[in-house]
């Protein structure tokens, strides 16, 4: 039996494959197949000792059964050690009961995760009030590692030092939008944000930032909507910014979003390969496999 494979979900098999080539490992995909009456049929086609099992779990509701049944199927195989990879991880904003009756989801999912895997890699996992990975998932090993050198290197890669700026769209992206930029070697200022509504917000800049003339990156963990994006490009655009684009970890917004940001005066949107999305512009597999490697 093989020591090492990676098997992977229908929607992620071009970027498991990635991974799978640069670890140097076999691939394996799993099949699914949907019945008339909505059930699933899950089908493993290989299993290692240690499997990697990759699924980003953007559109979760659809995914997470499946992904229970395709790590029973690796076990029935002969997974001794399954390693998830979801880049992308699902019902962690979720953290407390913010009414009476609300189902904590994070612990939810991650109890229901935990029952089925072995370890956790995932990139940028969306936590608020609990910042460490390793308390949402206390029975299980968990790697949460950081998109922010894959961002700076996609600032590196255009080459525009010039009268840049670094913004991050809001409080929550203060530590984040910090990490890219010093990564980047770049100034960076974080704007001030009130959530009207899911797609409602209020943005104001910090009264020492100069934003007239500059190369603006607003730079997130996670593009919904857009909203949040679309608020601070026309604040900066009123404020004399030359270029506003917009660089993500994972981009989860719509065709539709994307033309709203637009709108809003934003050139364009690039995102890492977490979630398959248009706006793809690097690959996440070097990250991954340095870590697995690691392990």
């Not at 691939?27 to 290989?46: K, M, N, Q, Y």
């Not at 917009?246 to 065709?255: D, I, M």
Request: negative net charge; charged residues 25%.
């Amino acid at each position: 039996m093989k020591n090492i494979s990676i098997a992977a979900m229908p929607n992620d098999f071009a970027s498991a494959q990635r991974l799978a080539s640069a670890m140097s490992v076999e691939f394996a995909p799993i099949e699914i197949r949907d019945f008339p009456d909505g059930e699933t049929l899950v089908r493993a086609s290989d299993a290692a000792r240690q499997t990697i099992l990759y699924c980003s779990l953007n559109n979760p509701n659809e995914k997470l059964a499946p992904l229970v049944l395709a790590a029973s199927a690796l076990r029935d195989l002969g997974a001794e050690e399954i390693i998830l990879v979801a880049p992308y991880l699902c019902y962690m904003r979720q953290d407390k009961a913010f009414h009476r009756g609300e189902a904590v989801s994070q612990r939810v999912i991650a109890k229901l995760l935990s029952s089925w895997i072995d370890q956790l890699v995932t990139v940028e996992p969306h936590l608020h009030r609990v910042q460490d990975l390793g308390s949402v998932f206390p029975d299980i090993k968990s790697i949460s590692l950081s998109g922010a050198l894959l961002l700076a290197e996609l600032i590196d890669r255009d080459d525009a030092k010039d009268d840049v700026l670094l913004v991050g769209p809001d409080q929550e992206a203060g530590a984040w939008t910090k990490a890219v930029a010093q990564k980047a070697q770049l100034p960076y200022v974080v704007l001030t944000k009130k959530r009207l509504g899911d797609r409602d917000v209020s943005i104001t800049i910090p009264k020492e930032a100069t934003v007239k003339g500059k190369h603006i990156y607003l730079v997130d963990d996670v593009v919904s909507t857009g909203a949040t994006l679309a608020s601070a490009a026309t604040l900066l655009r009123e404020q004399g910014a030359a270029m506003i684009e917009a660089l993500t970890v994972h981009a989860l917004c719509s065709s539709e979003d994307l033309k709203h940001l637009k709108a809003a005066g934003i050139t364009r949107l690039r995102s890492t390969d977490t979630v398959s999305h248009e706006t793809n512009a690097i690959s996440i597999a070097p990250l991954l496999a340095a870590a697995l490697v690691r392990e």
